[in-house]
């Protein structure tokens, strides 16, 4: 079990509780109120409540709320959900960035009156422009030595409104040729005339990621705030407000590589993107790499948090095989998900030997090794469903399955005999004449091997059900590598098929997310809108066949 196993950050943990750095871990997650989380979120959740977990410390949700035009109640809510459906338990109260707004308005302000922040008129484009390049050092601001009190003065206008967006913004004072191009006096405030989710009217400024994170860590006694790699450069200048304000404790900021997926996008614009065109039904379509979309998919809290063990943290960037993903919810199903027997494109048999009024129910276990799930009554009938790729006309060498004079078993029942094909007007098989074999029940014939087994359903007692089949979105592994080429243009157009099934009677019960093996076929789940509407709609998860293998 790799979640106990040693990895980078955990092994700097424990230096820095060794060292008595710190008595206890506190963590954070802090996601950005402005779309669905998505796989690689996850990895982040499993990872910052897991060391919480393991060193009986604390992890934080804290929601990132710095820009007001891109947030929302409903992410806000949605975030909240998923990550108690994956299992996780935040400590205390949901905390915001905007909580802390007083006090990092009140330590711009003390930034200033050190001289180590000044308000600049230059919009954005000239800033860009002064800012030099990695090989050429920066330009200071015409603005840069401006008073102290004219700052403050200046400051507290933006503050109150006075000035339009992009007119003037508050920027550290720290060094204009840094190499490192983060600490070429950052931007610490802009305005923005915007609403904000939590704080309404009140705020005509808003403080940048770079000015709110680390201090919002400080606020909040994190011990290790645990961030993905693009944020390495960026850790002089999280370190430099810790060593320039009165914070009360110092966080210490640890790097790791984020997730990638290959044939998907992990990216919530990305995402949103996919939302906003119809592309996808919603943020929870069960194509989407989200956290919601692969729980209406039919994925486990468990198989999620198993992946993100399986896949492990390291620093070095990679991209993932999302084989690794269907192999994590499908041993999970193996395991735990009752079998069903589903016919996905039904063809008729008749069983021209079987008593029109006749029924035989066989009772057969509802998981191969788990007695706890019971037994599944499965009534056979005259007429019945099965598969129709489990029929060919003119079989191949080797099919097994059912084809004209030839022998097949019905799956926990008997063995029946193709003799007559009835066909439409176009030629198209409709209907199959067969006879059964009673005397091959639970037992092989004698003189002659019957090798294949196929599911079905009786006609009377099926249930019709429909089934969602589900692809990779795009169909190049990695749809956002090319800059050049608009990563929509690599989408899977056959992602979603959908099937009118028979299941079996059992799934007529079937609740909101109830997942099962069709048997020969896949795992599938219930899907709870769906239900809400009143109709039976399977989605499949994954497979049968693992095409992963370590
Ligand atoms: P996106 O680009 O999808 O919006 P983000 O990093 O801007 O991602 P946040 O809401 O800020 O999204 O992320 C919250 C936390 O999740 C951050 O600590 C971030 O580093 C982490 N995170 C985001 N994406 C990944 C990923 N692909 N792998 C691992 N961690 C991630
Ligand atoms: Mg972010
Ligand atoms: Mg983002």
């Not at 206008?157 to 204009?176: N, P, V």
């Not at 944020?231 to 210490?252: G, K, Q």
Request: charge should be negative; proline fraction near 5%; charged fraction near 30%.
């Amino acid at each position: 079990d790799s979640a106990s196993a040693p990895n980078f950050i955990r092994n700097q943990i424990r230096e820095d509780l060794d060292a008595g750095h710190s008595a206890s871990v506190v963590t954070r997650f802090p996601p950005e109120p402005n779309g669905f989380l998505h796989i690689g979120h996850a990895k982040s959740i499993c990872l910052n409540f897991g060391l919480a977990e393991q060193f009986g410390g604390a992890c934080h949700l804290r929601f990132d709320d710095t820009n007001p035009e891109k947030e929302e109640q409903v992410y806000i809510d949605a975030i909240k959900q998923d990550i108690e459906w994956l299992g996780f338990d935040w400590a205390g109260e949901v905390r915001f960035a905007s909580d802390y707004f007083d006090q990092l308005y009140a330590w711009a302000q003390h930034l200033v009156r050190n001289d180590k922040a000044y308000v600049d008129d230059l919009n954005a484009e000239q800033m860009r422009e002064y800012r030099g390049t990695l090989t050429e050092a920066g330009r200071p601001s015409p603005c840069r030595d401006r008073s102290v009190e004219e700052n403050l003065d200046l400051l507290e206008r933006m503050r109150t409104g006075e000035f339009a967006e992009g007119e003037k913004s508050l920027r550290a004072k720290i060094d204009m040729a840094a190499p490192n191009i983060n600490l070429r006096d950052p931007v610490l405030y802009r305005i923005r005339h915007a609403t904000h989710h939590q704080t309404g009217d009140t705020w005509k400024i808003y403080p940048s990621y770079d000015f709110t994170h680390g201090q919002s860590d400080a606020i909040e006694g994190v011990t290790h705030s645990v961030c993905t790699l693009e944020f390495e450069d960026h850790r002089p200048l999280y370190e430099w407000f810790l060593a320039n304000l009165p914070v009360p404790t110092t966080p210490r900021q640890i790097e790791f590589a984020r997730l990638n997926l290959n044939y998907t996008v992990t990216s919530k614009r990305k995402l949103k993107l996919l939302v906003d065109q119809g592309v996808v039904d919603g943020w929870d379509d069960p194509r989407m790499p989200t956290i919601a979309g692969m729980r209406r998919r039919g994925y486990t809290p468990a198989s999620l948090r198993k992946f993100c063990d399986m896949i492990g943290v390291a620093r070095a960037a990679s991209t993932v095989d999302i084989h690794m993903l269907y192999h994590a919810i499908r041993s999970d199903l193996e395991d735990n998900a009752p079998r069903a027997m589903c016919v996905m494109k039904p063809l008729k048999v008749v069983l021209t030997n079987w008593d029109a009024e006749r029924e035989e129910v066989f009772e057969v276990p509802g998981h191969p090794a788990r007695d706890d799930m019971g037994v599944r009554r499965l009534p056979l009938t005259r007429t019945l469903w099965i598969d129709q790729d489990d029929f060919m006309e003119h079989p191949p060498k080797k099919f097994f399955r059912l084809s004209p004079g030839g022998e097949v078993r019905l799956r926990n029942a008997y063995i029946i005999r193709c003799d007559e094909i009835v066909k439409d007007e176009a030629g198209n098989v409709v209907e199959l004449q067969c006879s059964v074999d009673l005397d091959t029940l639970g037992k092989n014939p004698e003189g002659r091997k019957v090798k294949g087994v196929i599911h079905w359903v009786s006609e009377q007692y099926g249930v019709p059900v429909e089934v969602r089949n589900y692809d990779n979105l795009f169909q190049v592994e990695a749809p956002d590598k090319d800059r050049d080429v608009d990563f929509l243009e690599h989408l899977n157009a056959d992602s979603l098929e959908v099937l009118n099934a028979i299941g079996e009677p059992a799934l007529a019960e079937a609740g909101a997310e109830d997942r099962f093996q069709f048997e020969r076929v896949g795992y599938f789940c219930a899907d709870r809108h769906a239900l809400e509407d009143g109709s039976l709609v399977f989605n499949r998860t994954v497979s049968l066949k693992d095409g992963w293998s370590k």
